[in-house]
């Protein structure tokens, strides 16, 4: 076989071409190694990003803190029902017993007080003198001269960032006692302002003491790393998450201040349960465990709450005492160890018993309100996205007498008529409670249920119940007031079948009955709406025009499904106790409907004041004159009606309300105001059982309960009488304007103009004639 090559052929020399290949190859391992690096600092990057900005988004949750009202100090505050002292102790006021020549003391020389106030937002400090007679404040002074009224700085009733079911009280680190501080660093972290978010030297330290005692005996997790877990990571035990968890918390430590990062984890630490409620946070524990403000707590009390970090339930002192106390006595010992507590002081500390209330204090004050705050801060303000200060309208005085009216009332309606108990929380007797701001709309207090721990659902904001008779002050409004240039169909006086009566409804026939079957004949408007009759309400609707009623119903605020059919006429129809409360507001104010019954005063970020989306003036929906006329036949309803019960609370000119009772017996209502507070009461089960109790055997007592303590704390002015109301004496067995001879007579309110003629049945000529001297006499002088 020949040789396929020609003679003298020499074969290439592929040496150069494998040595370029080979290069090429390490290039191309080199570029791929570059790029996967590249991809995995990227991956690094965004993943560190997305993550600090996770952190981020909480952290100014947290630090939007939301304020209740600023307590004011005006004349005929009562200044121990409104628990002055207590007030001034929250918030961290010394006092000095001598002067007070620095905001933040006070101090108190004989009756008088004299507080060195820090001033509240927008306020430059300012130190005021109380004068006060019988604990009532009578003059309030600066310098000598009489100022009217102050107020001290708004509390704090929690964060943005709290969830639902939980107890939590956020405070700042300027309010933590330096001896917390310590505890906390002695247990969880003592070199906590020396490494940069992961301490090696705790890592190695507790490996060698888990190692010799041949279990985990202690944690070499650093406080950053340990809110890093709570916030970001949680708490699978991982090789990657505890890398992950390393990791960001160096970045943060980088991004953030060590005391920013000391008060976001005292905040937001887990510190077992009370009452059926998670307690999250110092500020939350000091109330749960030892009824105090953070800024109370003793070392030992300090020391119980830093050794339950590691094992909330476990070292929990309301669970174990014992095991809680061992807990307490191993962090003083560290304490003493590291020069944070003296030998003396922790002799003396150790020797202390562990001590717990039977009686469970919530961290968090008004609950439901604040989950009403939050709900309004989306739908009115948007979504945040940095730090804001939230102002609520919130009166903690009020909410205190508002919750436990709640309690009690409900205590004493199971007691009185035990067929109402039931053993299934879930089932028990309901009640809702709001107070309102007549000026303004603003929720002054609320209560959405007898017990947030055992159902967060706010009835006062979300639960839609038939409003029954608390619904006819506008049905007679519709029938009082003028429509255009057509006068009302009625007045106060005027006569009103109460009989029963039949009906046809489409093809159906509906006959209304009165409370207990019980029909008064034929009276008068006033009547009619002060003792609630059914029959001669459906004939107050018929007269005034169903169309007219839902008008009216709507200019003052309810948004339901109003048919125009005659049950309406009864409440038959809808509505949450909220949206019952801000349609009475135009009664109590003369006739202006605010933009709503709102929860969120003002909020301010690092820009200045936010405007809200629905920011506007109250509107007026009926005159001055109709809205007394209406509040008048309703001081009625509590002088000798259906809310008789309420008589005593305040001045016959300065109370009026109406019950609410549907026909089923499943819901029972009062809703009463005076000039300056208007309060719902709605009462019930929330499956809508029967529970057969009218307005003012379940609901007007805890209305009663809660007015005594408010005008107590707070007196409110009489119902001024505007312009455009006359008075007259009528006589009341025809609706006349009463002459001497009539026999029974009233004396009634009426729309200026609206007057009836002069009875024609009693008396002679001459009576005649000088009734209708005096009226003219009367015209000539209007």
């Avoid at 500390?349 to 989950?371: L, N």
Wanted: glycine share 8%.
């Amino acid at each position: 076989m020949a040789w396929p090559f020609p003679p003298g052929w020499r074969a290439p020399d592929w040496r150069p071409l494998w040595r370029w290949l080979s290069r090429s190859r390490l290039r191309l391992l080199g570029i791929a190694a570059l790029a996967l690096l590249a991809v995995l600092v990227a991956t690094v990057a965004i993943y560190s990003s997305l993550a600090l900005a996770r952190f981020e988004r909480v952290e100014e949750r947290r630090t939007t803190f939301v304020y209740a009202g600023a307590q004011p100090l005006v004349p005929g505050v009562h200044v121990r029902r409104v628990d002055l002292a207590g007030t001034l102790a929250r918030l961290k006021y010394a006092d000095s017993r001598g002067a007070v020549p620095a905001p933040g003391q006070f101090r108190r020389v004989g009756s008088a007080w004299e507080i060195n106030l820090r001033g509240a937002p927008g306020t430059a400090p300012q130190r005021v003198w109380l004068e006060t007679r019988d604990e009532r404040i009578t003059r309030v002074t600066r310098d000598g001269y009489d100022i009217g009224a102050a107020a001290l700085e708004p509390e704090v009733l929690t964060s943005a960032d709290d969830r639902p079911g939980e107890d939590n009280r956020p405070v700042r680190l300027a309010e933590v006692p330096l001896v917390l501080i310590n505890a906390v660093l002695a247990a969880e972290d003592h070199r906590f302002f020396e490494h940069g978010g992961v301490d090696a030297r705790g890592l190695l330290r507790a490996a060698w003491a888990n190692l010799r005692a041949g279990r985990v005996m202690q944690g070499g997790s650093t406080i950053t790393q340990q809110l890093v877990k709570n916030r970001l990571v949680g708490s699978r035990r991982t090789l990657f998450r505890k890398a992950s968890e390393a990791w960001l918390a160096t970045l943060v430590e980088w991004r953030y201040s060590k005391p920013q990062i000391l008060e976001a984890y005292l905040n937001e630490v887990y510190l077992g349960q009370r009452g059926g409620r998670a307690i999250r946070g110092i500020g939350a524990a000091a109330r749960a465990y030892f009824h105090k403000e953070i800024h109370q707590v003793t070392p030992a009390e300090a020391a119980l709450l830093a050794g339950m970090i590691r094992g909330p339930n476990s070292y929990s002192p309301a669970v174990n005492p014992e095991r809680a106390r061992a807990r307490r006595d191993v962090v003083l010992a560290r304490m003493r160890e590291l020069g944070s507590l003296s030998p003396a002081d922790w002799e003396a500390t150790k020797a202390e018993p562990v001590r717990v209330p039977t009686t469970t204090a919530s961290g968090q004050p008004a609950p439901y309100f604040t989950d009403y705050v939050r709900a309004e801060l989306e739908q009115r303000f948007g979504e945040r996205g940095d730090a804001a200060s939230v102002y609520s309208t919130l009166d903690l005085v009020l909410q205190r007498f508002a919750e436990a009216a709640i309690v009690r009332g409900l205590d004493r309606l199971e007691t009185r008529v035990p067929r109402l108990r039931r053993d299934d929380p879930t089932r028990r007797l309901q009640a809702a409670l709001v107070a309102l701001d007549p000026a303004t709309g603003e929720i002054r207090a609320l209560v959405g249920g007898r017990d947030y721990a055992q159902s967060q659902y706010n009835r006062a904001a979300l639960a839609r119940r038939q409003p029954g008779s608390a619904f006819k002050p506008f049905v007679y409004l519709a029938a009082l007031r003028q429509h255009g240039n057509d006068a009302p169909a009625m007045t106060a006086a005027t006569l009103v079948d109460d009989v029963p009566v039949v009906l046809t409804v489409g093809r159906d026939t509906w006959s209304p009955r009165n409370y207990q079957d019980r029909y008064e004949g034929r009276v008068t408007v006033r009547r009619a709406l002060e003792h609630s009759l059914n029959a001669a309400t459906v004939r107050v609707a018929d007269a005034a025009g169903l169309p007219a009623v839902i008008d009216t119903a709507r200019a003052l605020g309810f948004e339901g499904d109003l048919a125009p059919v005659p049950a309406m006429a009864l409440g038959v129809f809808e509505a949450t106790p909220i949206e019952l409360a801000r349609a009475y507001l135009p009664l109590a104010n003369g006739g202006l409907r605010p933009v709503g019954a709102i929860a969120v005063r003002g909020v301010r970020d690092r820009d200045g004041e936010v405007t809200p989306a629905d920011a506007g003036e109250a509107i007026p929906v009926i005159s001055a004159a109709e809205a007394y006329l209406i509040t008048s036949l309703l001081e009625g309803v509590i002088q000798s009606g259906t809310g008789a019960a309420a008589r005593g609370v305040a001045a016959a000119d300065a109370i009026a309300g109406k019950t609410g009772t549907t026909n089923d017996g499943r819901d029972a209502w009062f809703v009463g105001y005076t000039p300056r507070l208007v309060v719902a009461v709605w009462v019930g089960y929330d499956g809508g059982d029967t529970h057969g109790l009218s307005g003012a055997e379940a609901a007007l007592p805890i209305w009663i309960d809660f007015m005594r303590e408010a005008l107590a704390a707070y007196p409110q002015p009489a119902f001024v009488v505007p312009s455009g109301i006359s008075f007259a004496s009528i006589d009341l067995t025809n609706g006349r304007l009463a002459n001497d001879a009539c026999p029974v007579t009233a004396r009634e309110t009426f729309l200026a103009g609206t007057e009836p003629p002069p009875c024609q049945e009693h008396g002679g000529f001459g009576n005649q004639l000088y009734d209708w001297w005096r009226r003219l006499r009367d015209w000539w002088k209007r």
